[in-house]
């Protein structure tokens, strides 16, 4: 499971790649339709795909004489856990600290709620 999360984060570190994989939201796409927008060849964009591929993020069907690319969206969710476990862990983390911190204004501020009353002067 690490290896392809590994896999998956180095695919969408490229921005290229993360464009792709952006558009392949919207709908499928053939090699072609996805090169369509960027200045480098169909085989340029195929060894994008085939990275994407590796990692899992999408794969290629064939559809009579098309040969779409569609995107994996279950290792979304792969990615979505190991992200929000380290989030809620961050999290307490802050939350913990805002307790220590409250806790030390306290200690530094006068107390609340008392009032000094002075006698009259002898």
């Not at 960027?38 to 990275?51: E, R």
């Not at 999290?91 to 306290?106: G, K, N, S």
Request: aromatic share 4%; hydrophobic share 40%.
């Amino acid at each position: 499971m690490d290896d392809q999360l590994s896999r998956v984060f180095a695919a969408l570190a490229d921005p290229t790649r993360r464009d792709m994989v952006a558009r392949l939201t919207e709908a499928d796409a053939t090699v072609g339709e996805l090169a369509a927008p960027y200045d480098v060849s169909v085989q340029a964009v195929s060894k994008h795909l085939k990275v994407l591929e590796e990692a899992g993020l999408v794969t290629r069907s064939r559809d009579a004489q098309r040969r779409p690319v569609h995107l994996e969206a279950e290792v979304f969710d792969l990615m979505t856990k190991w992200i929000e476990r380290y989030r809620r862990r961050a999290e307490e983390r802050y939350q913990r600290l805002d307790a220590v911190l409250a806790a030390m204004q306290e200690k530094e501020s006068p107390a609340r709620g008392t009032s000094t009353k002075e006698g009259p002067a002898s």
